[in-house]
């Protein structure tokens, strides 16, 4: 088993910017895809990005290119996520989720799953 525990969460203005983090724990491996999604009550899940093991290969949603970046830290066990020029339509929870693949990952059936932390954007 994989735990995974997000933080970072909060508000912000638009424009501003927030880290997420995600600490995993338990059995983890560097092997292991790791990524976020987020969701707004009511909407369905939504992909956000992807990193590989490595850290070298990463994947965004078409919303937050250019603006979103996925590292990790596989010494810590962490995986960030730097969001820039924030907007109210990334109000949402993000969600940390840990696969074994990227198709799985990706597509949100990662086998693991964190909390979520609420990030809220005012305009």
């Known amino acids: 088993q994989v735990q995974l525990v997000e933080s970072g969460g909060g508000l912000v203005q638009a424009g501003g910017s927030l880290r997420l983090s995600c600490v995993a724990s338990?059995?983890?491996?560097?092997?292991?895809?790791m990524g976020w999604f987020r969701q707004v009550p009511g909407k369905e899940r939504e992909f956000v990005a992807v990193?590989?093991?490595?850290?070298?290969?990463?994947y965004y949603g078409d919303s937050v290119k250019g603006r979103f970046t996925i590292s990790r830290e596989n010494a810590k066990n962490t995986v960030y996520l730097q969001m820039n020029s924030l907007k109210p339509e990334d109000t949402a929870v993000y969600y940390c989720?840990?696969?074994?693949?990227?198709?799985?990952?990706?597509?949100?059936?990662?086998?693991?799953w964190g909390q979520g932390t609420q990030v809220t954007v005012s305009s």
């Open positions: 989720t840990a696969g074994s693949t990227i198709g799985t990952t990706r597509s949100g059936q990662g086998a693991y």
């Open positions: 338990g059995r983890t491996s560097s092997t292991y895809y």
């Open positions: 990193v590989s093991g490595s850290g070298g290969l990463q």
